[in-house]
């Protein structure tokens, strides 16, 4: 990522031999997510602003890692992509970038949730794979809604507004809490936290509330198919 | 095209999840899904352990993938991590 060490690995006072084995372990894998967020983001997004972000992040990250919470590489992986998508989000003149990066931010928050939950997919291959269908189920259901609600050009509302309805209907049928979570933060652009502050739960239970709802969401738009 | 796509067990599993948004997003959009959820396989803990247990027989816990002989037309060799680079 960067060849020059960073100053606090280059300080022996403040050196910990323990970050800065973090460091040069985080250093590939935050490389190849600022590699795939240029690409997925595309040339609306100065790479530059890329690179500081992913650099600020993994120092963050390798400071406060948990060994007994995460692995490394998910850790990094996960604080790079907050980091630059977080930046997108603030930055006006990369708005033509916005409808992606909220959609990457929808499956972030999912992924986020669903690695506390333990796992209970069964013991045969088939319950596996079963599992791994509503995964996928679930992670195209948050791109899709990203999608909508970060569109920011009258074409990409154009485009988009068949979904956008199928959308608006399925999130109607969710429990109350549910679609006034995801109405509020999709749809009208309120703070996940405030939300959840206002709706007099926690962080973490708005944080479940929004994995079931994503998934019940994917469940009802794949049913249109089946 | 990410390299997961590229063994048609993973992509008609993507494409299975892809097919309801057909006719609701822009082509462009079903394409950024398709290799989004790759990369979700190949980068993301929770995903990749459970994209590990539903094809065991093609993913090594070493993070390569080997295709056996029942997947026609299949790359020898896949990562199942840092996939892409």
Known sequence: ?226 | MHPLLADPWVAARIDAAVAPYRGLLPDADLVFLREELAERLATDEHAARLFRRAAPRHVEQSGEAFVGEDVPNAPEVRRAAGAGE
């Open chain 1, 1 to 226: 990522m960067n060849e020059r060490a960073p100053s606090f690995l280059a300080n022996p006072e403040a050196a910990n031999p323990e970050i800065e084995r973090y460091y040069q372990q985080g250093q590939p894998v935050a490389e190849h997510v600022l590699r795939w967020m240029g690409r997925r983001l595309g040339s609306a997004v100065s790479f530059d602003d890329m690179r500081s972000c992913a650099e600020e992040a993994l120092l963050d990250a390798v400071r406060t890692f948990d060994p007994s919470r995460a692995s490394l590489s998910t850790y990094v992986a996960r604080k790079v992509r907050w980091a630059i998508l977080d930046n997108v989000k603030r930055e006006r003149r990369s708005r033509r970038a916005l409808a992606r990066a909220t959609a990457l931010f929808c499956a972030e928050r999912l992924s986020t949730e669903l690695a506390s939950v333990p796992d209970d997919a069964g013991f045969s291959e088939e319950d596996h794979v079963s599992a791994l269908d509503r995964l996928l189920e679930a992670h195209a259901l948050a791109l899709a809604l990203g999608l909508v609600s970060g569109a920011s050009t009258p074409e990409e509302h154009t485009s988009r507004a068949e979904m956008a309805h199928a959308l608006r209907h399925a999130v109607g049928a969710l429990p109350e809490r549910e679609r006034k979570l995801v109405e509020r933060h999709y749809f009208q652009g309120e703070d996940f936290d405030e939300i959840a502050a206002e709706l007099g739960i926690s962080k973490s239970w708005a944080s479940r509330l929004h994995a079931q709802a994503i998934q019940s969401l994917g469940t009802a738009i794949a049913s249109r198919t089946r």
